[in-house]
């Protein structure tokens, strides 16, 4: 059923929570589990919408999953006997792609329906299938469906045209499981990326480099099987911070890796905020100071990841002086931008940045989600403004937040939510 949350602004939020498993690591790894001879078990696997669409394209291939007491998730493809990936799961969830590596190069065919385009933009996928084929799979698009068929794919180098995460994830789980050396080059160097690698060399998988632009995996026969714990959501963590510093608060993160988003603590502490980390903790503390706004440029990792823009646009509205967004990843990731103006917020466009002029306060209003990042910085905007805010369409936010409203009310927010 469709829900919307309300949100009565204006309180500093004040308080510690526990950051989640990382949504875009957790879902390749569950991925991952098709590759093994046995079963692969994953802990800290945050509950998302994302998760559960990832468990049942993994379902319908007849993959065994099991959930122990503690959400431990195990999966067995000892049982698969399909490779084939819907239209309708892979609609609903374009990281459904990331099943198309591993099921080509442990069954030799793969069937994943063509993920198209979505809100923030066209997302085509050719790095995928350029990189598989010159691991010697053969691709023909059919009736709007991926077909890949392989012998036996043999290590090649590959040199990607642009950094690709799930492009790279995708690749390396073929090239784990083909014969000889391949080396990828401008690979993606995210951290979601790293805890794949993590997961698959636990597997058995012998993999070099994840991390820097160029992984050499050399082949093996076959994976086995092992548990992986899944990275902290390095996103959720700092949509968190940018919630302390807009609301002029104070609030701690456990359980996270603040080493993978060093790019956006620096930046909020241009943003005046005070951020202190100690171990696997991270605080944000406002110490009764001023947002100042701030200029933000997207680029892949380890640079200002295009998944924090929205917030910190948020953040820019009711910040002092002027801020430029620059959003260089995704050619329409500002649906939030016409939404944010529902608060009051003075902004245009130009281009690919957009231009704000900070506030002093927003006033609450109705707004509505269009994508998952989007819907933070609409929550975190609602959290500064005054008076009541509802933001419909709100399903979105369940792809990648996990209890995003219990999280908020540990921290002295108030907000409900409601059937639409
Ligand atoms: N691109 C191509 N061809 C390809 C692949 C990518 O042109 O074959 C382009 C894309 O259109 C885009 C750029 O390359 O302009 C980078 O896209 P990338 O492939 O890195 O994005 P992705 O793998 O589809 C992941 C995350 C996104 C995150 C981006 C960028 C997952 C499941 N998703 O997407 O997460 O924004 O990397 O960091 O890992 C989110 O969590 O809200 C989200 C959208």
Redesign the pocket.
Known sequence: MASKLIISGGTPLSGQISASGA??AV??ILCAGILGEGPLTVSNVPHLQDVTTCLELLGSMGVTLEVDEKLNVSIDPRTLSSQVAHYDLVSKM??SI?VLGPLVAKYGYAKVSLPGGCA???????????GLEALGARIEIEDGYIVAKADKLKGAHIYM???????T?NILMAAVLAEGESILENA?R?P?VVDLADCLIAMGAKIEGAGTNTITVQGVPALKAASHRVVADR?ETCTYLCAAAITGGKVTVHKTRPDTFEAVLSKLEEAGVKVTVEGESVTADMEGRALKAVDIYTA??PAF???MQAQFLAMNIVAKGVGRVTEN???NRFMHVDELKRFGAKISITGNTAISEGLPVLKGAEVMAT???ASASLIIAALAAQGETTVSRIYHIDR?YECIEEKLRQLGATVRREAS
């Open positions: 949504k875009n879902l390749p374009r990281a990331v923030i933009g066209s997302r085509p996928v050719d790095q995928h299938i350029k045209d642009m950094v690709t995460v799930t492009g994830e993606a995210e979601e996103i892949p990792y990841p295009t998944d990843i995704f050619e994508d998952l990042r990648g």
